[in-house]
C-alpha cells in the first residue's frame, strides 16, 4: 500500500453502518419520561441518582447546570450526563 493514498471506509459495509447507527429514544421517552424525571430532580426528588450540578462558567462566570447520573462499570463509577437544563 502507497503511503501517499489515504484510507478511506467502504461507504456500503452495512455492518459498520449498523455498528454506528445511533439509536434514537422513542416518543414517551423524550416528551413524558424525560421531563418529568427533569421536573423531578430540579425540584431535588433523586430518581435512580440523579442530581442537579451546578458549576461556574470558566469565561463567564454564569453558573451552569446539569443532570448527571451515576453509573457502575466494571466496578467503577462514573458519570452519564444529560443535556445542559
Not at 489515504?6 to 423524550?30: C, L, M, Q, V, Y
Request: charged residues 25%.
Amino acid at each position: 500500500m502507497d503511503s501517499d493514498s489515504p484510507i478511506t471506509p467502504n461507504p456500503d459495509d452495512s455492518a459498520a453502518k449498523a455498528h454506528f447507527e445511533r439509536k434514537r429514544p422513542g416518543w414517551f421517552t423524550t416528551n413524558v419520561f424525560n421531563r418529568l424525571i427533569a421536573a423531578l430532580t430540579g425540584r431535588g426528588v433523586s430518581v435512580l441518582g440523579s442530581r442537579v450540578l451546578e458549576v461556574k462558567g470558566r469565561s463567564s462566570g454564569q453558573p451552569r447546570r446539569t443532570r448527571p447520573i451515576p453509573a457502575r462499570r466494571a466496578g467503577q463509577i462514573g458519570a452519564i450526563a444529560w443535556p445542559p437544563l
